[in-house]
Structure formats: C-alpha cells, structure tokens
Antibody
Framework: QVQLVESGGGLVKPGGSLRLSCAAS????????MNWIRQVPGKGLEWIVY????????YYADSVKGRFTISRDNARNSLYLQMIGLRAEDTAVYYC??????????????WGQGTLVTVSS | DIQMTQSLSSLSASVGDRVTITCRAS??????LNWYQQKPGKAPKLLIY???NLQSGAPSRFSGSGSGTDFTLTISSLQPEDFATYYC?????????FGQGTRLEIK
C-alpha cells in the first residue's frame, strides 16, 4: 500500500533552516509528481510546492518562493524540502503528498502523516 | 488564484442524518473539484474527485455533485466515524487551492 513518511520537523528559531524528508513506498515513486502542503495547526490547508516526476519542473507558491527548495531522489524514493529564512508564519504541519493526473489535471490522492515545524524564539 | 469558499465553518448533525456541505469557486472550474476528509491529528483523505467520482475505498454514503462554481458533498446517512472536517479543493488551475473547511460536529 502507498506510504509516505515525513521526518525532519522540529523547533527552529526565526531565520533558521530545516530540511524535511519524505520516504515513499508501495508505489513507483519515479512515476509521480510530488507536493508539499502545509497546515497551520487548527487552520486550513496551503499548497506550497510541487515537483515533476523527473524533477525537471518545479512550481512554488509565492509565500515560500526564494526560501524553500524542493528536490527528490528517485533512486532513494525520497522527497525533500529545504527551508531557509524561516518565519513564525511558516509554523505548520508539513505534509508530503502524491499527485496523479486525472483528465489532464492534478489530483492529490495520498498524504503522509505530516511533520510539525515550529518557528519560534 | 482561484478562491474556494465553504460557507459553513461548522455544522452540527446527528447520526443517521443526511448532510450537505457546500463549496463555491471564485470562477468556473468545470468539474475539477475534489473533497477530502480530515480527522484530528490525521492527514486528509481523498473522498471524491472530479466533483462526483467516489475514491476507491470511500463509503458509498458519500456523494458529490456540481459543476462550474457551485459544488456539494452529501453524506446520505451520517455514521459516527464521519464526524470530521471536510475540505474542498480545486485542481482546475495552478496553484491548487483549498476551501477553509467545514467541521462536522455531533449534535
């Protein structure tokens, strides 16, 4: 079965950095686009970035552009999110999510359990 | 960006009730509308995609309808495990965007 397991969250000071990882299993990782989506505790969902199956196409939300970098290692079935210049408003649970294509449009069909990032002094 | 609006942030209902949750898009999104269920402390789970297609494994008491800008998620007979927060999400154009969620509570 599809499994996505995030790690790397924690407490970091404003301006600090953190690298999140997502280990994928149960499917052919290299066939799928992947996304990071975040959720402020008790609030709604915000998509922040996707990466194509090969890694050749990447698209960021304006809120993280220039500070966050997504990457993937298809040989290791892993997705990453490097975050620098962290701000209090980046505090959230970060989900790794698989995307498939239905009728030429993206569909997020599986999510990991999330990892909490807290930005606070 | 396309704005998704769920008119009710919370809704109270009883086991066995028929419940409808609504979602509106700021512009036409055809039927590129998906519904997710999220329980406390858990990841969202896909219920309905393409406005009306039931995701494999989702109970048949869930159904979706709508096109253009107005959509509904219906639960035909509420079960105890259905008390959760429901999010709509558009996949018509990038960036994908979510509604703010409707929390379904026990009356």
């Amino acid at each position: 079965q599809v499994q996505l397991v995030e790690s790397g969250g924690g407490l970091v000071k404003p301006g600090g950095s953190l690298r999140l990882s997502c280990a994928a299993s149960g499917f052919t990782f290299s066939d799928y686009y992947m996304n990071w989506i975040r959720q402020v505790p008790g609030k709604g969902l915000e998509w922040i970035v996707y990466i194509s199956s090969s890694g050749g196409t990447i698209y960021y939300a304006d809120s993280v552009k220039g500070r966050f970098t997504i990457s993937r290692d298809n040989a290791r079935n892993s997705l990453y999110l490097q975050m620098i210049g962290l701000r209090a408003e980046d505090t959230a649970v970060y989900y790794c999510a698989r995307e498939k294509t239905i009728a030429a449009r993206p569909l997020i069909d599986y999510w990991g359990q999330g990892t909490l990032v807290t930005v606070s002094s | 960006d396309i704005q998704m609006t769920q008119s009710l942030s919370s809704l109270s209902a009883s086991v066995g009730d028929r419940v409808t949750i609504t979602c509106r898009a700021s512009q036409s999104i055809s039927t590129y509308l998906n519904w997710y269920q999220q329980k406390p402390g858990k990841a969202p789970k896909l219920l309905i995609y393409g406005a009306s297609n039931l995701q494999s494994g989702a109970p048949s008491r869930f159904s979706g309808s709508g096109s253009g800008t107005d959509f509904t998620l219906t639960i035909s007979s509420l079960q105890p495990e259905d008390f959760a927060t429901y999010y709509c999400q558009q996949s018509y154009s990038s960036p994908i965007t979510f509604g703010q969620g409707t929390r379904l509570e026990i009356k």
